[in-house]
């Protein structure tokens, strides 16, 4: 335990590299939430609008932010004022970096000895570079799980609820703890008393359908501006090309006109050319068919252990990630992170996180752009790799040789990778289509992870339905 600890101080000191690193926007998001609740009324919060960057997490973490304003006050007062757009003082990214790290700390108690959680590469791009606070969150989730673990199923319940009211994104696994708890406390008074302690004030104050209208945007489209590696990235890709192909062998109406979605850099709301346009509603009914198997197998066998339990919740993850409404990239992180807790379970278990974790790493490339990060982001991957193939390898072997982990078909789709990236970073600008074509390394990156998704998504549903089968002994 003692070296975990050395290692976790060092990890913590290995991010204050990156203070001065690249910034996304949302560092101003999080600039400006701080400024609105600390310097406006609550009946405020989520009515403000003088940034475009307005507060779109539930209750809990407006009081987050506030909680944070009271002690950014003594670095910058600046920061603090709605008024100061773009605001990003020397002072002010000293604070809100070490909020970051600071806050860190209830993803490393969660967590307690697990090196490709503590060191998990996918929360120093999102957060410690990219910019926002996933690892407190993740520390949340994770700890809900380990309560799970422990029987201890109230706390878990309500450590989930805290973590509903503070990023709504966790909604993604709630079928999971409804079905997984549905005989003991769904309806408890605890759990009901978290909702009404975030939501009640709100309520009071007639801002209901204002909150909710803020949580879930529906009108910013089905993708999110940069595509995340789902089964809508294939699906646009599908209808560009059956619009490419049907024009060229005029099969199409010559009324029929392009869209154009891939021209302005992947943004807002556009309808589909040749196959049908998406609504929200095709979207929730999709999750949640893709959702029912898992959680119908869950609640026959519910009583075989916690193991069963985050198997169904990483296939709630996956579902809501491939098939959701206006996915964020990010939320890879959702799918990855829990996963982590089952590489020992079998080799299979170790093969299908492999594949994920490399995709869905390199996934979150594009949030880092400049020059700068390349090197960072590479070496990143690179170390991830060598240190999970090569302790899982050794983990999952025979007693007379080391197995393969992954096939060669597999590793084939993984070096893919090399190319790839070496288009994006180098090919593409040496031709000079940054400027005329700057979405289609976004665009590249999208398609080619959703394919890995997808095929880990399969693999993992077929391994989780044959887990639970009355034959197969569970753990």
């Avoid at 339990?309 to 959702?334: D, P, T």
């Avoid at 007379?400 to 597999?410: F, H, K, Q």
């Avoid at 590793?411 to 940054?434: Q, R, T, W």
Wanted: glycine content about 4%; aromatic content about 18%.
């Amino acid at each position: 335990m003692a070296a975990f600890y050395v290692v976790a101080a060092t990890i913590s000191c290995f991010k204050l590299l990156f203070l001065p690193a690249y910034r996304s926007t949302d560092f101003e998001v999080h600039r400006n939430w701080l400024a609105i609740t600390h310097s406006l009324p609550v009946n405020k919060w989520y009515t403000e609008a003088t940034s475009e960057w307005t507060l779109d997490y539930p209750p809990f973490f407006a009081w987050f932010e506030y909680g944070l304003s009271q002690i950014a006050q003594y670095f910058d007062e600046e920061m603090l004022k709605v008024e100061n757009l773009n605001y990003s003082s020397e002072a002010t990214i000293l604070f809100q970096r070490m909020s970051v790290i600071f806050t860190d700390f209830i993803f490393i108690y969660a967590v307690k000895n697990a090196i490709l959680l503590i060191g998990n590469i996918g929360l120093l791009i999102v957060d410690h570079i990219h910019f926002q606070y996933n690892g407190f969150l993740m520390g949340i989730f994770l700890l809900s799980i380990v309560k799970m673990y422990e029987n201890k199923y109230l706390q878990s319940a309500l450590l989930f609820c805290v973590l509903l009211n503070l990023k709504h994104i966790y909604l993604y696994v709630s079928p999971v703890y409804f079905i997984y708890l549905l005989t003991s406390y769904c309806y408890n008074p605890g759990v009901i008393s978290v909702f009404s302690l975030s939501f009640a004030p709100f309520i009071y104050m007639g801002q209901l359908s204002q909150v909710l209208s803020r949580l879930f945007p529906f009108k910013r489209g089905l993708c999110h501006a940069y595509w995340a590696p789902n089964f809508w990235a294939l699906y646009n890709i599908a209808d560009k090309a059956l619009f490419i192909i049907g024009s060229k062998l005029k099969l199409l109406p010559p009324t029929l006109s392009d869209s154009g979605f891939m021209t302005g850099g992947l943004v807002q709301e556009f309808s589909h050319t040749v196959l049908p346009s998406i609504k929200p509603f095709y979207t929730v009914i999709l999750t949640l068919i893709a959702m029912l198997p898992a959680l119908f197998n869950l609640f026959l066998n519910r009583k075989k252990g916690s193991v069963g339990f985050v198997r169904c919740l990483i296939l709630c993850a996956y579902a809501s990630f491939l098939f959701g409404w206006h996915v964020h990239e990010k939320a890879i992180l959702i799918i990855i992170i829990p996963m982590i807790l089952l590489v020992f379970e079998s080799k299979e278990d170790g093969r299908i996180y492999l594949i994920l974790s490399t995709i869905g790493y390199y996934s979150l490339f594009p949030l880092l752009f400049t020059q700068f990060e390349t090197p960072i982001k590479v070496l990143f991957l690179l170390l991830h790799c060598f240190y999970s193939f090569y302790t899982l390898s050794n983990i999952h072997k025979s007693s007379e040789r080391l197995l393969p982990i992954v096939s060669w078909l597999e590793s084939v789709y993984l070096l893919g990778i090399v190319p790839l990236e070496f288009y994006n970073s180098v090919i593409h600008s040496l031709l000079k289509l940054d400027e005329k074509f700057p979405f289609i390394p976004l665009l590249l990156t999208s398609i080619y992870c959703s394919l890995g998704v997808v095929y880990t998504w399969l693999r993992f549903y077929f391994s989780f339905l044959q887990s639970q089968s009355p034959k197969h002994k569970t753990s």
